[in-house]
């Protein structure tokens, strides 16, 4: 069950931290952990500071969306940002 939880993970958006679009300068990145969900958080923020920083902006995060999976001992977190 762990590994079909961690394939599922990867396939759905925590492979590679890509970063999509979301319209009217909304953007969206998910990332895994296998930790804490501060961690998660933590990686999310720091992909989306990296695709600003590539426009010379910064992220400016609108909202955090967090997953736990203790039996799997993962996380993932989905942060919605724009850059300003």
């Not at 958006?13 to 969900?37: F, N, Y």
């Amino acid at each position: 069950m762990k590994y079909w939880l961690v394939l599922l993970l990867i396939l759905g958006g925590c492979a590679g931290e890509r970063v999509k679009d979301l319209g009217d300068g909304m953007h969206s990145v998910t990332a895994c952990s296998d930790d804490r969900i501060t961690n998660s958080q933590v990686a999310a923020t720091r992909a989306a500071d990296s695709y600003c920083e590539k426009s010379g902006k910064e992220a400016v995060v609108d909202t955090f969306d967090d997953q736990a999976c203790p039996k799997a001992q993962m996380s993932t977190t989905r942060v919605v940002f724009a850059c300003r």
